[in-house]
DNA sequence: TGACATATTCGACATATTTCGAATATAAAG
DNA sequence: CTTTATATTCGAAATATGTCGAATATGTCA
């Protein structure tokens, strides 16, 4: 995997990984990005990115650090070297604390909107519903953090 | 609320939603039409939401039409006319399936991947943990409803 | 069917975001 | 501290997306 370019199946999950992370908003590099780093067994300098994703390295840093902040990759050093190499996540709970931090967060504004405002049952009923499901999705993360350490 | 513009604590509330929704790829426009619905007692017409979260009517007709593919907002019609009425869709999940669809077609691909592609473990792992938290949502859904049945 | 009301699409323009290479900042070693 | 390697930021240009009003399509009634 040190050629120019990606074969075709790599590609193509790459691709598809891109797919569906794009229409939530994640920019194309770096959904793209993320697919790379899912198939990589070791973590990639941005050098190694920028040429095996085709983009300028600029993008690639911009990209990385984005992933970084959706903790959907971590940064890791290279001793005796100011080279960053990165990696897909093992917390890739990401994107589920994310979803549940926007429910939780919807839930919040409902239910104080239902308070101040007078009878609003659709209201009360859907902050209701997204705090249930906030922590039905917590009590899963948990269910299966705690198996990890069997 | 027949008159232009919005109250201010209205307001303030549709642009907690919509900024809650944004960085999740909602466009701002989709984003605070979602919160109004939300505030709306029954269902408005395309002139109404133009007026009131002051955009034109194409923008209306165009951001309610896409809240309506994510499921967030439901058509309603008038008997006897062409006008269109939109109110929040009271099958409210939209995000929770929306998201639920997301990553059980990530474990999908995850899955492949690891069956094509020899030794990820990683990748086995995720496809695994993504497969369940699908299914926890899932059936904290089915929970809601089956309880919404008392 | 035609008239009218209304929603939707289209194309232009405005605005936002992305991408790039150069400039700048930062980290590590000697 | 200087040098070198590397990442990051900056600003310009390219590209994508959003918004609008006019044009077009669609639904209802007489």
């Not at 897909?88 to 890739?92: F, H, R, V």
């Given at each position: 995997m040190s050629n120019k370019g990606l074969a075709g199946r790599d590609h193509t999950f790459i691709e598809d990984v891109a797919g569906l992370l794009v229409p939530w908003g994640v920019p194309q590099t770096a959904a793209r990005l993320y697919g790379y780093l899912l198939l990589r067994p070791e973590p990639a300098s941005l050098d190694c990115i920028a040429a095996e994703l085709e983009m300028s390295k600029s993008s690639a840093s911009v990209a990385a650090r984005l992933l970084e902040q959706y903790t959907l990759a971590r940064r890791r050093g290279e001793a005796g070297s100011k080279r960053a190499l990165y990696e897909?996540?093992?917390?890739?709970e990401g994107i589920m604390t994310g979803q549940i931090r926007l429910v939780t967060a919807l839930a919040d504004l409902l239910r104080k909107r239902s308070e101040q405002g007078g009878p609003r049952e659709r209201i009360a009923e859907m902050a209701e519903f997204y705090g249930m499901i906030g922590d039905a999705t917590e009590q899963a993360l948990r269910r299966w953090k705690a198996r990890g350490e069997d």
């Open positions: 897909a996540s093992d917390n890739y």
